[in-house]
């Protein structure tokens, strides 16, 4: 049987670069690579796009969803990374790890939307405790998510290694302070939440790795679970999962470092707190389960091959 054939439309990007890396070693795919000069060009792109089994979206919204448009066939499958589809009709939601059989939702899925970063720390934690009837659909979370510069794409990135950099990029900086930010939909839609948090994401002047925390009180929780209770559901819920999992509770106090999973493919959670309060930590790295590490484990369940092939275990 011949190999799949996949593209990477954005190859050159920060996304795009880093599934590159996963996928350069594998020889069950062949890998479709177009000249750097033509890497924009639109009847090149077409063209690759067209002869791919499955094909990456490593590209700003629009010019994601320009690229749908060229698919001229029935066969071409997609993956994109941009939020342009994340939310939208006939688009399955990459997130393995919140259905009870991936395989059956991603893996025959001919258009799958990978998850923002911000969007699968949130996620992480509040969609299981929502889908398990803990979480009650109208309860006002917020959450604040600390992520490293290079989840801004390129651009960020050079201003942040720019050595006429400010002195403001060298502290953290709170954004999205207008309360719309682009994760937001995703992150009430997966969650199954009536409302979308209060969401504030922070940049800091490190390259990658996140920390997503949402705070709950816990006597609006279903059951009133303490927080180590909390934390010994959520760890039944991931059980066996290879690339999430949930820290043992710790009643110490600890500092928990937003580049503790950088370079993996892996998620932890931390639940953290008392009888009465819980925050719930996210900690992965942006360009992994965040993007790349995210796109090609859903590659993997879309062409059938072992879930973490290739990932940073
Ligand atoms: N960085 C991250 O941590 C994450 C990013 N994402 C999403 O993934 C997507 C890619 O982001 P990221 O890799 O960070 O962005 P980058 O800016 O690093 O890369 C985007 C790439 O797309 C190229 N490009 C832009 N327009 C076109 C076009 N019309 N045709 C072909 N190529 C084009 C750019 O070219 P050029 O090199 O000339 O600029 C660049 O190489 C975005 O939608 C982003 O929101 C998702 C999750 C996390
Ligand atoms: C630091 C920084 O700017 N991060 C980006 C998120 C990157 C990402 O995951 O966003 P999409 O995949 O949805 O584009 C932001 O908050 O807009």
Avoid at 108 to 133: D, E, I, K, W, Y
Avoid at 146 to 166: C, D, F, N, R, V
Wanted: proline share 6%.
């Amino acid at each position: 049987m011949s190999k799949p054939k996949v593209f990477i439309d954005g190859q050159e990007g920060t996304t795009g670069l880093q599934i590159h890396e996963r996928l350069a070693g594998r020889e069950d795919i062949e890998l479709l690579v177009i000249a750097p000069d033509k890497r924009k060009d639109l009847t090149e792109r077409k063209k690759l796009i067209n002869a791919a089994d499955l094909v990456f979206l490593c590209l700003p919204d629009a010019a994601a969803v320009e690229a749908v448009g060229l698919i001229e066939n029935s066969r071409t499958r997609v993956i994109d990374a941009s939020t342009a589809h994340r939310t939208a009709p006939g688009w399955v939601y990459g997130f393995p790890e919140l259905y009870k059989k991936p395989e059956e939702v991603i893996g025959t899925a001919r258009f799958v939307a990978n998850p923002g970063c911000h969007a699968t720390g949130f996620l992480a934690s509040a969609a299981p405790l929502v889908s398990m009837r803990i979480l009650p659909r109208d309860y006002p979370l917020t959450c604040c998510s600390l992520t490293g510069y290079s989840g801004g794409g390129k651009k960020m990135i050079a201003q942040y290694e720019s050595k006429e950099k400010g002195e403001e990029l060298c502290s953290p900086r709170v954004y999205g302070t207008t309360l719309k930010h682009k994760h937001l939909p995703e992150m009430q839609k997966i969650s199954g939440l009536d409302n979308p948090p209060v969401f504030t994401p922070v940049v800091d002047d490190y390259y990658k790795g996140m920390a997503t925390t949402i705070y709950i009180h816990n006597r609006y929780l279903v059951g009133q679970p303490t927080a180590k209770e909390l934390s010994l559901i959520l760890m039944a819920y991931y059980a066996g999962q290879p690339l999430v999992s949930v820290a043992p509770y710790m009643e110490e106090p600890a500092y928990l470092a937003a580049n503790a999973l950088a370079g993996t493919d892996k998620l932890e959670l931390t639940v953290s707190g008392h009888e009465g309060q819980s925050i719930i930590t996210a900690r992965f790295d942006n360009l992994g389960k965040g993007a790349s590490g995210a796109a090609v484990q859903n590659m993997n369940l879309m062409l059938g091959f072992e879930e973490t092939r290739g990932l940073a275990l």
